[in-house]
């Protein structure tokens, strides 16, 4: 985090680690770029599908879709990805997260193949609910393994990174289109087809080199792996770094009282006021993320282009290539400041700024309609403000959707919680990918006011319940949201935790968190002992 000179773990302060001078940290972070791909393959599928649109050879091929054929394209996916919910928190919990990567990628590229051959439109729609099942799978696993495996330090920069890796998929599908724009048979996209198989290819070939997650180790007996895991990544294989062992006895005590203590059932995400706090942001935050209006230029940036007036195939993808690089810049950049602005206080800015932007997107273009087609100036406006509307929703809605919905779920939900998540996504997706193409079709920029009302609705929900987390560690995470009676273990153990944990017979959590009289606010753990022994763990 730039500017800070440490990192809190444990009701402690440790001086900052420089990843690029570390070698297990430097090692498990490029190993993790491979599994940050997923959300790349999802990018590449939109801005694919928005260039696809301006081919001529791939609307004469599928006979000119109508506006409701191109609705279902797209929305096919969000059903495939809905259909997969049901199975991934079980492949994750069970599998591991490695594994539902892997099982995701291979569907995913077995729907590329289909797709690419594409010999009728049936056959294309079939083929996105394929990749659209295998991508749910994979990118449900993905950010949980690297929220899971990331140092503390790095967790919020790395997990934000996620999610905003999708404009990479998208600057390549982006310019692969306008290259083959040119070309004059049905390779013209053909080319952009096939390509969305690579990240997935990649995956496949390098997630081999990645440790599995150290939570779901220890979750599945495994616990002299998982400090092994720890050692390897943030402690360049010590696994008497003082650290690394704090983790581990968190993770590991923390994990048994909520395996003992907690209920692993659905109804677990809305049985505790904390727990239902936690599902609203997840809801809400997946329906945002795609609600918000980005949803007409992610999937249908030719019809609002040819709302003001940009008609041309070869100036739409530019403007479409522009686009996803400026978004991949402002949406990677702001990761590294996460903890330095805070969650809460982007979220109020992105959704701000938003709005306004929105509001000033909505006047351009009903002037520009006012004018008959012919102001210009009105329609540089939309365009220059569809720019700025970007900067905003980078702020936070790309990189923060995963980041924060996935840190705020203790590790007993994390995978259920992310399975609400992207039901939401995908449903707000469905009804986006089908409604926005019809919509503006019938109403044209008026369509514009609905999203500026709804982002007005945004903006209250966010300020009254989207609260503050930052610089806290993952397992601690829960006192946010739960207070004393948050369930954690080790030398941050809550009144609570202390409680269950003496009834588990935790003793590593009663000897530390007991130290500095049992309060969470104090430090608990003297600063002058050697490092936390696990030998209950590696009994």
């Excluded at 498990?28 to 801005?47: E, K, P, R």
């Excluded at 109508?66 to 969000?78: E, K, P, R, V, Y």
């Excluded at 590991?252 to 909520?258: A, I, N, R």
């Amino acid at each position: 985090m730039p500017g800070k000179t440490t990192f809190e773990l444990a009701g402690r302060e440790f001086p900052a680690v420089t990843w690029m001078k570390d070698p297990g940290l430097r090692k498990c972070y490029i190993c993790l770029v491979f599994v940050v791909m997923t959300s790349a393959t999802n990018g590449y599928d939109g801005s694919m599908m928005n260039g696809l649109q301006t081919l001529s050879w791939w609307k004469n091929h599928f006979n000119n879709p109508t506006d409701s054929q191109l609705g279902l394209l797209n929305a096919i996916m969000s059903v495939g990805g809905v259909v997969s919910l049901p199975i991934f928190p079980y492949l994750a919990d069970y599998g591991g997260r490695r594994m539902g990567i892997i099982i995701g990628c291979v569907i995913c590229i077995v729907g590329v193949v289909i797709q690419s051959i594409g010999a009728n439109i049936g056959m294309f729609i079939a083929a996105r609910f394929i990749i659209g099942f295998g991508i749910s799978l994979a990118q449900g696993c993905s950010p949980m393994l690297v929220t899971e495996l990331c140092h503390p330090q790095h967790r919020a920069t790395f997990t934000a990174i996620y999610n905003s890796l999708w404009y990479v998929g998208a600057i390549v599908a982006a310019w692969l289109t306008f290259g083959t724009l040119k070309i004059e048979n049905n390779w013209s996209w053909r080319i952009p087809s096939i390509g969305q198989a690579f990240p997935s290819i990649l995956q496949l070939i390098f997630v081999w080199v990645v440790d599995e997650s150290p939570r779901f180790l220890v979750a599945r007996g495994k616990s002299e792996q998982a400090l092994r895991v720890l050692a390897k990544c943030h402690a360049n294989g010590n696994d008497q770094d003082e650290v690394v062992q704090l983790e581990m006895q968190e993770i590991h005590d923390t994990l048994k009282m909520e395996r003992e203590f907690s209920s692993q059932s659905w109804l677990t995400l809305f049985q505790t006021k904390g727990n239902r706090h936690r599902m609203l942001i997840c809801i809400t935050a997946g329906f945002f993320s795609q609600w918000s209006g980005n949803g007409i230029v992610s999937y249908y940036l030719n019809k609002a282009l040819d709302g003001i007036g940009y008609t041309d195939p070869t100036t739409q993808n530019i403007i479409n290539g522009v686009l996803t690089i400026f978004n991949a810049i402002t949406a990677t950049g702001i990761c590294f400041f996460v903890e330095t602005f805070g969650r809460r206080r982007l979220f109020l800015v992105s959704t701000t700024g938003m709005l306004l932007s929105y509001m000033s997107w909505t006047i351009a273009a009903g002037r520009y309609a006012a004018s008959g087609n012919t102001n210009d100036n009105a329609g540089r406006a939309v365009l220059g403000v569809i720019f700025v509307y970007y900067f905003f929703y980078n702020l936070a809605w790309s990189g923060l959707l995963i980041g924060y919905t996935a840190e705020i779920l203790p590790y007993s939900i994390r995978a259920k919680g992310l399975t609400v998540v992207f039901l939401s996504i995908d449903l707000s997706l469905f009804f986006n990918s089908y409604v926005n193409p019809v919509a503006l079709g019938a109403i044209g920029w008026h369509y514009y006011i609905v999203y500026t009302c709804w982002l007005a609705v945004e903006l209250t929900v966010v300020y009254f319940f989207y609260i503050e987390t930052r610089n806290t560690p993952l397992e601690e995470m829960a006192k946010h949201f739960d207070g004393e009676d948050a369930i954690i273990g080790g030398a941050a153990a809550t009144e609570k935790g202390l409680e269950l944990a003496r009834q588990a017979g935790l003793e590593d959590t009663v000897r530390t968190a007991s130290v500095g009289g049992g309060s969470m606010a104090e430090n608990r753990y003297d600063q002058k002992t050697s490092a936390v022994h696990l030998d209950e763990v590696r009994a």
